[in-house]
C-alpha cells in the first residue's frame, strides 16, 4: 500500500498484499508450572505482565479497529484490518487462558485486571454523545494509541524470536511457543496500526500522541503488574521486589529484553521516516509460524 512517510526503498516484499490469516491455535497448560522459566520467578513473572494486560488491550484494539472499518477509503488496507482484528481476538482468548491458570495455581490476577477493565473500558474506551466529527476525532486518536502499542508488541515479538536466553534457562516449550507464535504475529502484522493511522490522518503530531500517551502508560502498567503478580505469587509470600538492577541482569542474560534497548525503540518511532516495515522481519516471523507447534495443529484441524 503507498505509504506518505515511507522511507524510498521498497519495503520487503513479503509484506505486499499482506495476508493475514488468523490462526486458530491452542494451548494446554496443565503441566505448566507456576515459574515456567525455573528458578527465575522475577523473569517470569514480568513476561507473565503480558497475560494481565493483553486480553483486555488487545479486545480494546479490536473495538477501536471495527469502529474505524467504515472509515477507511482502502481495499487492501481494509482486509489487512479484518485479518488483523481476526488475530488480535485469538490472542486475547489465548492469554486469557494463562489467567485462568494462574488462578487455579492459587495467583489471583483479578485485582490487577479490574485495574485494567477499568482503563480500556471507560478510560480509553468510546464515549457517548458524540458529534459526528467528534466521534471521528475519538477514533482516530486512539487508532493512534494503538499504533503506538503495536510498535512495542513488534518489538517484544521481534525480542521474543531472538530469545535463545530463554531455551537455555529451559523456559516450558508451550508458553514459549504461545509467546513466539503471539510475537510472530505481531511482527507479521505490524505495520497493520500505523498504516490504519496515516490512512486516516497523516499528520506527525497525532503519531507523537499516540506514543507520548502510550509509551509512558505502558512503562507503567509493566512495573505495577511485576509488583503486583510478585507480591500476590503464594509461593514467594512478598520477599521478591523488582529493580531495574535486577531487569537489567535478566536482561543481560536473555530473559528479558533490555530496558535501555526498549526506550530506544520508544524513540525510534518518532522519527519523521519511520515505517514498522523497518523494524523486526517478516521472513522470520512466518518462518517461526512455519514450525510452531501451535501454528502447524492449527493449520490441519
Ligand atoms: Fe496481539
Ligand atoms: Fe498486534
Redesign the pocket.
Known amino acids: 500500500m503507498p505509504h506518505p512517510t515511507a522511507p524510498s526503498a521498497a519495503p520487503p516484499a513479503v509484506h505486499d498484499g499482506l495476508v493475514l490469516e488468523p490462526r486458530d491455535v491452542r494451548f494446554d497448560w496443565a503441566q505448566l508450572p507456576l515459574h515456567w522459566i525455573p528458578d527465575e520467578p522475577m523473569a517470569t513473572h514480568t513476561i507473565n505482565v503480558l497475560h494481565l494486560l493483553?486480553p483486555e488491550g488487545?479486545r480494546w484494539f479490536v473495538r477501536v479497529f471495527k469502529d474505524a472499518l467504515p472509515m477507511i477509503r482502502d481495499e487492501q488496507l481494509r482486509e489487512e484490518v479484518l485479518g488483523f482484528i481476526g488475530?488480535?481476538s485469538i490472542?486475547a482468548e489465548a492469554h486469557q487462558e494463562v489467567l485462568d491458570h494462574l488462578l487455579a495455581q492459587g495467583l489471583d490476577p483479578r485485582p490487577y485486571l479490574r485495574q485494567i477493565s477499568w482503563l480500556f473500558q471507560r478510560i480509553l474506551g468510546g464515549k457517548p454523545h458524540l458529534t459526528e466529527r467528534q466521534r471521528r476525532e475519538n477514533i482516530i486518536e486512539r487508532v493512534a494509541f494503538v499504533a503506538a502499542i503495536e510498535h512495542f508488541?513488534a518489538f517484544l515479538g521481534d525480542w521474543v524470536l531472538n530469545s535463545p536466553g530463554l531455551d537455555q534457562a529451559k523456559a516450558d516449550p508451550t508458553m514459549l511457543d504461545l509467546l513466539r507464535w503471539?510475537g510472530a504475529?505481531?511482527v507479521e502484522h505490524r505495520s497493520v496500526a500505523f498504516d490504519l493511522m496515516v490512512h486516516l490522518d497523516p499528520g506527525y503530531p497525532r503519531r507523537i500522541r499516540g506514543m507520548a500517551v502510550s509509551g509512558p502508560l505502558l512503562v507503567h502498567l509493566w512495573v505495577r503488574g511485576v509488583r503486583f503478580l510478585l507480591a500476590a505469587d503464594p509461593t514467594l509470600q512478598g520477599r521478591i521486589r523488582p529493580t531495574w538492577r535486577e531487569a537489567r541482569r535478566h536482561s543481560r542474560r536473555g530473559l528479558l529484553p533490555d530496558p535501555m534497548r526498549s526506550i530506544r525503540s520508544g524513540l525510534r518511532y518518532l522519527r519523521p521516516g519511520y515505517h514498522p516495515t523497518q523494524e523486526g522481519s517478516s521472513s522470520q516471523a512466518l518462518a517461526y509460524l512455519a514450525t510452531s507447534p501451535a501454528a502447524r495443529a492449527a493449520a490441519v484441524r
Open positions: 493483553l488487545e488475530q488480535e490472542h508488541t503471539h504475529e505481531e
